[in-house]
T-cell receptor
């Protein structure tokens, strides 16, 4: 299995632009998680889906952030409009069991 | 709110040394504790612990959980430069499918 696949690996954009991050979970996994990692705050859960349904989005910082999972093999995290404070590494993870989450390589986002 | 605290924040050792990383937690209805290793990219899974006193072992790495005192340790013996990474501890409660991560311990192993 190729593991969790995220794209793009790096994204540089200007403040105010829309950013879309993409994730393909491991086939057969029924839970998908979006995390943000910064030096200051560490690894924070933004939202997670179970069977394509958003279960908990309490970690989404504000309305500028939205996430979708239209099917079992694809999810997006969108930031509109982006701000410099959104600069971070965004990880997607998936799990089959309820415990072990497997992470993608991450998208490093820089908002100028 | 679940809470995970890791110590030390960072550690510098020489190859061959043994290190012990600590993870203490506060969680309602504990289900499991997980250790991950993060090098330059994604966190990679090391261990999952659910029961006290049972050591999990993989090569030079081992981990144990104490559910009474609410902590876990990760031991690395005969460290190598390839062990240099950030080690993350996370806990899960029975209420949901979410992991709460600690801030990590940054380990540097010098030749």
């Amino acid at each position: 299995d190729a593991g969790v696949i995220q794209s793009p690996r790096h994204e540089v954009t200007e403040m105010g632009q829309e950013v879309t991050l993409r994730c393909k979970p491991i086939s057969g996994h029924n839970s998908l998680f979006w995390y943000r990692q910064t030096m200051m705050r560490g690894l924070e859960l933004l939202i997670y889906f179970n069977n394509n349904v958003p279960i908990d989005d309490s970690g989404m910082p504000e309305d500028r952030f939205s996430a979708k999972m239209p099917n079992a093999s694809f999810s997006t995290l969108k930031i509109q409009p982006s701000e410099p404070r959104d600069s971070a590494v965004y990880f997607c993870a998936s799990s089959e069991s309820l415990d072990i989450q497997y992470f993608g390589a991450g998208t490093r986002l820089s908002v100028l | 709110e679940d809470k995970v605290v890791q110590s030390p924040l960072s550690l510098v050792v020489h190859e061959g040394d043994t290190v012990t990383l600590n993870c203490s937690y506060e969680v309602t209805n504990f289900r499991s504790l997980l250790w991950y290793k993060q090098e330059k990219k994604a966190p990679t899974f090391l261990f999952m612990l659910t029961s006290s006193g049972i050591e999990k072992k993989s090569g030079r790495l081992s981990s144990i959980l104490d559910k009474k005192e609410l902590f876990s340790i990760l031991n690395i013996t005969a460290t190598q430069t390839g062990d240099s990474a950030v080690y993350l501890c996370a806990v899960r409660n029975n209420a949901g499918n979410m992991l709460t991560f600690g801030g990590g311990t940054r380990l540097m192993v010098k030749p």
